[in-house]
């Protein structure tokens, strides 16, 4: 099934795709009703999706009974409005690995807050003080189940499906938050005493956290959907215009690992969402990368696309205020 959070005639609902031009509000429906939003349907696993699933079927056979939302009517909300927590994982994919100097030889990851996240079809918006910034097309994995210190093996288990993320990125904010600096460190030979280690490092707060940096749907795919998460096409276009064109066959990292890697220092609960790295890879043929892609200047939409997910689309909207001073008086 495809599940959506969306809003319509001053409600916010959630729903599940009947064809390519509508969907059937669930918010009545008793069952799924008591589970609140989106969130709260994934922690009600599978009794909860049993009924989704019978409701599907009897809107099938009898369409208007169900009285379908005609799918341009809506306003799309992210399919998990607010998810606990959001984990970006850097650098994953086979493309990326060229431009690596120096690395761990396991998956890096990241926070980014659930106020970054907007819904397909709203607005980036783009304040002239964010510099310059480009779109990260990926796969956005939804967990099902409270997980820790996972089994790679039966770390599936733990998906409750999945969606399309655009990671837009902050480059320019990223250097402005680089700092290079002398680190102190235990002394392997004598704990008592420090050393210094040269260091460079950037935060992420800023460059992946803004709002409007997060734009995620439209679709919540359950896992049954997509059967094989690593063999998706994956295409970005700006404007237009392609700049990634990739799959998910190229993730350095696959699914499984990933969640298994990440459960050893972060339990995931029901909601929270893993998106598991850009696709970089240009078009054929092509010089343009995503890293061009800069939304500062470039008219939209940004739209990603993704095998058994659908397209995400948003436009850009650019913005004149200034970075107002946040200092107190001195």
Known sequence: MHLASFRFEDRD???????????????????????GDMSGLIRAGEPALSHVRDFLKAAQAAPERARPIPIEQVRWRPPVPRPGKILGVALNNSASDARRISG????MFFLKPPTCLIGHGEDIEVRPYYGGLHPEPELGVVIGQRARDLDP?????????????????????RAEDMVHY????????????TERRE?????????????????????????DEIPDPHALDVVCTLGGVVLAEDSTQYLTYKVPEVLAFISRFQTLEPGDIVSMGTAFRPSAGSTRSLHTGDLSRLDGPVE???????????????????????RLPR
């Open 13 to 35: 609902r959630i729903g599940v795709r009947l064809d390519d031009r509508r969907l059937i509000d669930l918010t009545d429906v008793s069952s799924v009703a008591a589970t």
């Open 104 to 107: 761990p030889s396991h998956p």
């Open 153 to 173: 093996a039966k770390a599936m288990q733990a998906v409750f499906g999945y969606t399309i993320v655009n990671d837009i990125t902050g480059n320019a904010m």
């Open 182 to 193: 002398w680190a102190l460190y235990a002394r392997p030979d004598k704990p008592d005493e």
């Open 199 to 223: 260091q460079h490092l950037s935060y992420a707060a800023r460059y992946k956290g803004t709002d409007g940096f997060g734009p995620m749907g439209p679709w919540l795919a359950t896992r």
């Open 304 to 326: 990603v696309t993704i095998t058994g997910l659908g397209t995400l689309s948003n436009g850009v909207r650019r913005t004149d205020p200034k970075l107002p001073d946040w």
